[in-house]
């Protein structure tokens, strides 16, 4: 869509704000922070957005008014109120990718921004994000208001000062912001998804939220429909019968909604590179392919893996001892599914285990994937395994929850000495400032209660837990320690004033979420008790996702030591046969990668792909038995 809207001659700018971006990937240039020209196109630039790096630049702006605006609406002295801005300002990967768009978007630099969003939960959160920075400046606002009276009281009259211009102007940014999203004139989203069950009910959920954001969807582009095949081919003909069914589903829901409905066809190479794309853009000017209009029962087809493929005992995959089991990648891979069939088969080779299948992806699909209802409670699988429960994190819920605790200890601290109404609501905004994703690790760390055998929640054995994609399942891993130092530093911050307030209920809640993150940064880091394992595709955008990911996973100390390809193999026409060749040579191009990390050399495993993709208990109970290692030595 970049080089469609360049061809035209306007200024364009393509943007990646997935934490994990493959948009440089997909260009075959290495693309950065700041816009670069797209080699060889005419008015096209790429960036690829550096939330850490985005925030900390708006942030230095505004840091040494927000810290002056906290030091006049608190009783925290200057150190007291540094430490916790350093540490305590929400979403941070949501609301840089959202800063940096407003900034491109009033740079006057560019007539056209086509947007590569991170996956569905992820861009559902940055859509919201200027509601939060409303609520940002609103916090510091009611700090600042316990200044103005003070001024008000001594001097007779208030006189705006530079606080307050600046918080005027975040709200105004959050403001434009949002007025931007939610302007057909100048924002439009194209929602891409796939001819298959899950994605269809992902889009078909996504596509409510948006309409109750009132942020416009301009079309639906349905991706990777197979093509006639040349020749007799049970693949592609199953295949093709399931994306007319998924297709037909989605045209019935969006019939209503006036959205222009394209779609792209699989194609026989991976589309990298300019050329590649350009020829794939021609395919979004013109009525696209459709599905096979023929109905009828689909065949159960399970691929060929390569000769000479291995079996592989479960108990490599989940040793016996093994107590939290995370499956990520790139959105779109299998993880959910993989995740779901580890969890099945474990339940069923150990009845003495109590296992939990946890989904921690805000766009959760893990009872899709289950045909089965998934909620917060969790709860066993209709006709499955008594000792397998089945949960779908509730994240805010469980954020919520630990606010109100945490409010409560400051409504009973503040009973104890004379604070104004507008301290206690200070010091309530500050400790609402929680650092980001304390949504999801606050539910996290109820999951390792669990297995710690305390909480609420029930005990449990092993958890499987079906992470987000790459981005925000690392950023997940990598928050333990930054909120572990955010509770300490206001738990040091109590006791500093204990002679003066005491600690009371306030730090009992915070003594427990501090043991809760103590706890877990023990198992991330226990390699005998805690495993990360890696799925992917047998091609070049996932695996260049999937080397990275393992270095991030190995700088944090986790374990990660398998590699599972999914959806490996195809059918018997030539297209399928060329596919097969490919995807033999990404699996071995991975192979020497992994070789190269020498003793971190995880388990690669192969997936056969299936017709149709395993779902539902009795399919999903066989799936990880196909599971194999590829031809060539084998690990030990």
């Known amino acids: 869509m970049g080089l469609l809207a360049a061809r035209t001659g306007r200024a364009t700018l393509i943007v990646s704000t997935d934490p994990a971006p493959s948009l440089g990937d997909a260009l075959k240039q290495r693309l950065t922070r700041v816009p670069r020209p797209v080699h060889g196109v005419a008015h096209l630039h790429a960036v690829e957005v550096d939330a850490a790096l985005a925030l900390a630049g708006w942030l230095k702006r505004r840091r040494g008014l927000l810290e002056q605006i906290a030091l006049r609406g608190t009783w925290l002295d200057a150190d007291d109120v540094a430490r916790l801005l350093r540490l305590s300002l929400p979403g941070i990967d949501e609301i840089a990718g959202l800063l940096q768009l407003g900034e491109f978007a009033e740079s006057g630099r560019y007539d056209h921004i086509v ?120 693949w592609c003909d199953g295949r093709r019968r399931i994306e007319r069914e998924a297709f037909v589903a989605l045209e019935k829901r969006i019939e209503t909604t006036g959205l222009a409905l394209g779609t792209l066809p699989a194609v026989e190479r991976e589309p990298r590179g300019v050329a ?109 395994p008594p000792n397998l429960l089945v949960r779908e994190l509730d994240a805010g819920k469980a954020f919520v929850t630990l606010r109100d605790r945490l409010a409560e200890g400051i409504e009973d601290l503040f009973l104890r000495v004379s604070g104004s109404a507008a301290d206690r609501q200070a010091m309530r905004d500050v400790l609402e400032l929680a650092p980001p994703g304390v949504d ?88 005998a ?10 091609a070049a955008l996932p695996r260049a996702e999937t080397v990275r990911l393992l270095g991030r996973l190995h700088a944090a100390s986790i374990a990660a030591p398998l590699v599972i390809v999914n959806a490996v193999g195809a059918g018997t026409c030539s297209r399928c046969r060329s596919k097969r060749r490919r995807q033999q040579e990404e699996v071995l191009a991975l192979a020497r990668k992994l070789t190269r990390r020498s003793a971190s050399k995880p388990l690669l495993l192969l997936a056969p792909a299936t017709v149709p993709p395993p779902s539902g208990f009795l399919a999903l109970r066989g799936f990880l038995g196909e599971w194999r290692t590829p031809p060539g030595p084998r690990r030990q």
């Open 276 to 384: 590649s794309l350009r020829a794939l853009g021609r395919h979004l000017e013109k009525p696209g392919v459709r599905p096979s209009r023929r109905a009828g029962r689909v065949a159960p087809f399970t691929a060929s893996l390569p000769p000479g493929a291995q079996p592989v005992e479960a108990s490599a995959i989940v040793p016996r001892g093994t107590r939290l089991v995370l499956f990520g990648g790139k959105g779109g891979v299998g993880k959910t599914t993989c995740a779901a069939a580890a969890a099945i088969d474990v339940a069923l080779s150990a009845p003495d285990l109590r296992v939990l299948l946890l989904s921690a992806d805000p766009a959760h699909s893990v009872g899709d994937v289950l045909e089965a209802p998934a909620g917060d409670d969790p709860h066993p699988i209709p006709g499955g």
């Open 529 to 538: 008790r805690t495993r990360f394992a890696v799925v992917t595709r047998a």
């Open 440 to 527: 999801e690790l606050a539910a996290i760390i109820d999951v390792t209660e669990a297995l710690g055998g305390t909480g609420s929640s029930p005990r449990c054995d092993l958890v499987v837990i079906d992470t987000a994609p790459t981005g925000h399942a690392l950023r997940l891993l990598e928050m333990p320690g930054l909120v572990h130092d955010w509770v300490r530093t206001v738990m040091a911050i109590l006791l500093k004033y204990e002679p003066v307030v005491g600690i009371g209920d306030l730090g009992a809640v915070l003594l427990r979420l501090s043991k809760g993150l103590g706890r877990l940064r023990a198992l991330l880091g226990d390699a």
């Open 115 to 234: 947007v590569d969003a991170a996956p569905t939960g992820h861009l559902l959160r940055m859509l919201g994000m200027p509601a939060v920075l409303e609520g940002l400046a609103l916090v510091f606002d009611r700090m600042q208001a316990k200044h103005r009276t003070m001024v008000e009281a001594l001097r007779g009259r208030w006189t705006p000062d530079a606080a307050d211009a600046l918080l005027h102007g975040i709200d105004e940014q959050a403001r434009r912001l949002g007025a931007m999203l939610r302007d057909p004139g100048q924002c439009l989203i194209a929602w891409v998804t796939l001819p298959e069950r899950l994605a269809i009910e992902e889009t078909s959920d996504a596509l409510h939220v948006l309409n109750g954001q009132h942020i416009t969807v301009d079309r639906v582009i349905v991706n990777r429909i197979t093509p006639p095949p040349r020749a007799p081919c049970r």
